[in-house]
């Protein structure tokens, strides 16, 4: 339905074209063909191009300091802005807008209803208002009259920032601020900033309430118990928490509060490059549905999705609701976590395959956010290089790690969760020499981990980290459980480890203030030092 009005005059919109209020859809689809702003797939899914930005522009994100956010967000992590150029680059939105036509989507991050916001997406773009309501949650057809947002975000793609007049870094511009729940989107067509802006915001919002905010995916199995998977890029995070055996909460961003976990999200924004239907048959036939987003995909002259083609990016992407996956929840709740996996791509083949971890260690961790990206083909680059993103996922964290991180230790101890570490990186050696951790052992070993079968199992301390790691488990090779024992080289092994060991240590170094001695002792050790 069309209102002209709908609200945005509350945020000093004025004279703006036609307005298009909450369009479902086959109205959204009319719209973006027929403004050009995407093309249908043989299947009907919505195919979008985002331009230069394929990905989120992190170095063009601020946070509005003033004297609320001052002393609450880690300036260290996320870069300032006056809230006297926020409001210049809020009346130059607003100007822009003027005589525009716009997409209003009026929606929900947060399935838990105590521990929610109420979104207004007001975009240039119609394929944009599709993401969106894709991505969040979709309120009661009957409730958008009665509907009062608690954030706005404005998102135009045509507006671009100036250095000098708004204290930004370039045209492009992505800017939060906390204490009014207003969020500025302009100079980039990347859909994912406007899903990462409510996260950033309930990230914010939340642990004041006792709630901690997650970049995690999370399932249910059949007893009932919830699990969550935190884990950075290519470590697995999405294929090992979409188990047909499993019910699906969701694959990227939860809460954990008084009544269990639950989705932020109501929809999944999936990677497609070389995605397969033999591989991952649940993803892949969302990309052949109506009302599924397609982004940065590139189409073949019979308009088929070619999803092994990395012309525009290798961040191509598909938008789904989430009732698109045959076994994801109604609700997008769980009960209190049984189960909490960290996942960790360990390029250096130094970590187990799986270890129990204690709650100190859990935490540190947690705080650390390790996993390792490989050089690849760049010329001269050799080595694996370690990555380490605090609490798995540190560009959306307006917090100090060490208040999610302290609030995770307390959940974990009040609620009795057993916490994993699982490698789905290199075994037998390092990248290059070594090779990628089967996935049939991940699995055998996930699933002992989550059905409690493994607790059951004998463990040994690992020289290294400290945590318990199996000595057998049914269906997995007993050699593979211990990483130094995969190495020819064992004095490599030895080299490699305390190599990964340090790099650990100088890491931490910046949270050790933050925490007690518990956590400074989980810390791991070298084994030059231990001797």
Same mark, same amino acid.
């Given at each position: 339905?069309?209102?002209?009005?709908?609200?945005?005059?509350?945020?000093?919109?004025?004279?703006?074209?036609?307005?298009?209020?909450?369009?479902?859809?086959?109205?959204?689809?009319?719209?973006?063909?027929?403004?050009?702003?995407?093309?249908?797939?043989?299947?009907?899914?919505?195919?979008?191009?985002?331009?230069?930005?394929?990905?989120?522009?992190?170095?063009?994100?601020?946070?509005?300091?003033?004297?609320?956010?001052?002393?609450?967000?880690?300036?260290?992590?996320?870069?300032?802005?006056?809230?006297?150029?926020?409001?210049?680059?809020?009346?130059?939105?607003?100007?822009?807008?003027?005589?525009?036509?716009?997409?209003?989507?009026?929606?929900?991050?947060?399935?838990?209803?105590?521990?929610?916001?109420?979104?207004?997406?007001?975009?240039?773009?119609?394929?944009?208002?599709?993401?969106?309501?894709?991505?969040?949650? %979709?309120?009661?057809?009957?409730?958008?009259?009665?509907?009062?947002?608690?954030?706005?975000?404005?998102?135009?793609?045509?507006?671009?920032?100036?250095?000098? %007049?708004?204290?930004?870094?370039?045209?492009?511009?992505?800017?939060?601020?906390?204490?009014?729940?207003?969020?500025?989107?302009?100079?980039?067509?990347?859909?994912?900033?406007?899903?990462?802006?409510?996260?950033?915001?309930?990230?914010?919002?939340?642990?004041?309430?006792?709630?901690?905010?997650?970049?995690?995916?999370?399932?249910?199995?059949?007893?009932?118990?919830?699990?969550?998977?935190?884990?950075?890029?290519?470590?697995?995070?999405?294929?090992?928490?979409?188990?047909?055996?499993?019910?699906?909460?969701?694959?990227? &961003?939860?809460?954990?509060?008084?009544?269990?976990?639950?989705?932020?999200?109501?929809?999944?924004?999936?990677?497609?490059?070389?995605?397969?239907?033999?591989?991952?048959?649940?993803?892949?036939?969302?990309?052949?549905?109506?009302?599924?987003?397609?982004?940065?995909?590139?189409?073949?002259?019979?308009?088929?999705?070619?999803?092994?083609?990395?012309?525009?990016?290798?961040?191509? %992407?598909?938008?789904?609701?989430?009732?698109?996956?045959?076994?994801?929840?109604?609700?997008?709740?769980?009960?209190?976590?049984?189960?909490?996996?960290?996942?960790?791509?360990?390029?250096?083949?130094?970590?187990?395959?799986?270890?129990?971890?204690?709650?100190?260690?859990?935490?540190?961790?947690?705080?650390?956010?390790?996993?390792?990206?490989?050089?690849?083909?760049?010329?001269?680059?050799?080595?694996? &290089?370690?990555?380490?993103?605090?609490?798995?996922?540190?560009?959306?964290?307006?917090?100090?790690?060490?208040?999610?991180?302290?609030?995770?230790?307390?959940?974990?101890?009040?609620?009795?969760?057993?916490?994993?570490?699982?490698?789905?990186?290199?075994?037998?050696?390092?990248?290059?020499?070594?090779?990628?951790?089967?996935?049939?052992?991940?699995?055998?070993?996930?699933?002992?981990?989550?059905?409690?079968?493994?607790?059951?199992?004998?463990?040994?301390?690992?020289?290294?980290?400290?945590?318990?790691?199996?000595?057998?488990?049914?269906?997995?090779?007993?050699?593979?459980?211990?990483?130094?024992?995969?190495?020819?080289?064992?004095?490599?092994?030895?080299?490699?480890?305390?190599?990964?060991?340090?790099?650990?240590?100088?890491?931490?170094?910046?949270?050790?203030?933050?925490?007690?001695?518990?956590?400074?002792?989980?810390?791991? %050790?070298?084994?030059?030092?231990?001797?």
């Amino acid at each position: 339905m069309r209102n002209p009005a709908c609200g945005i005059e509350a945020i000093g919109l004025k004279n703006p074209g036609a307005v298009f209020y909450n369009f479902r859809e086959a109205e959204l689809y009319e719209e973006a063909l027929n403004r050009r702003e995407a093309q249908l797939s043989a299947h009907g899914a919505l195919v979008a191009k985002t331009g230069i930005h394929t990905g989120r522009s992190a170095k063009d994100k601020y946070v509005v300091r003033d004297a609320n956010t001052e002393p609450h967000v880690w300036w260290d992590n996320n870069k300032a802005i006056s809230p006297e150029n926020f409001e210049r680059l809020h009346e130059d939105f607003l100007t822009q807008a003027q005589g525009m036509d716009l997409f209003v989507q009026d929606l929900i991050g947060g399935a838990d209803e105590q521990n929610q916001i109420r979104v207004r997406v007001i975009t240039e773009n119609a394929w944009h208002s599709l993401f969106i309501r894709n991505l969040l949650i %979709r309120p009661a057809r009957e409730a958008l009259s009665t509907f009062v947002p608690e954030m706005t975000i404005i998102d135009l793609p045509s507006f671009e920032a100036s250095p000098e %007049r708004h204290g930004c870094r370039s045209g492009t511009v992505i800017a939060v601020d906390l204490t009014r729940m207003i969020v500025l989107i302009g100079g980039t067509s990347y859909a994912g900033e406007m899903k990462k802006s409510v996260f950033t915001a309930l990230n914010y919002v939340l642990p004041k309430k006792g709630v901690m905010p997650m970049h995690c995916s999370a399932n249910i199995g059949p007893d009932g118990d919830t699990a969550v998977f935190f884990g950075l890029s290519g470590t697995g995070k999405t294929t090992l928490s979409a188990d047909p055996a499993r019910t699906l909460i969701g694959d990227d &961003e939860h809460g954990w509060g008084p009544d269990g976990v639950f989705n932020f999200e109501g929809g999944c924004y999936a990677k497609t490059i070389r995605l397969s239907r033999e591989a991952e048959p649940e993803i892949y036939a969302t990309t052949e549905r109506f009302g599924t987003v397609l982004e940065n995909v590139i189409l073949g002259d019979d308009k088929m999705p070619d999803f092994n083609d990395a012309t525009l990016t290798e961040n191509t %992407r598909c938008a789904y609701p989430l009732h698109f996956i045959p076994n994801a929840s109604a609700t997008g709740k769980g009960g209190h976590p049984k189960n909490i996996i960290m996942l960790t791509a360990d390029a250096f083949g130094v970590m187990p395959p799986i270890a129990r971890l204690t709650p100190a260690q859990a935490m540190y961790h947690f705080l650390s956010g390790y996993t390792a990206k490989v050089a690849g083909t760049e010329k001269g680059v050799t080595e694996p &290089e370690a990555t380490f993103s605090t609490c798995f996922g540190a560009p959306f964290m307006p917090r100090h790690p060490s208040e999610y991180g302290n609030l995770l230790r307390e959940l974990i101890a009040e609620h009795g969760a057993t916490c994993w570490l699982v490698n789905t990186g290199w075994t037998g050696g390092a990248y290059g020499t070594g090779n990628r951790m089967p996935i049939k052992a991940t699995r055998t070993l996930l699933t002992a981990a989550l059905d409690g079968s493994l607790n059951t199992a004998e463990f040994r301390t690992d020289a290294n980290f400290g945590f318990e790691v199996p000595i057998a488990v049914s269906g997995v090779e007993a050699v593979i459980l211990d990483p130094r024992g995969t190495w020819a080289d064992k004095a490599a092994y030895d080299a490699q480890a305390d190599k990964l060991v340090g790099m650990f240590v100088d890491n931490f170094a910046k949270f050790e203030s933050h925490v007690d001695a518990s956590v400074r002792g989980a810390a791991p %050790r070298t084994q030059i030092a231990a001797e």
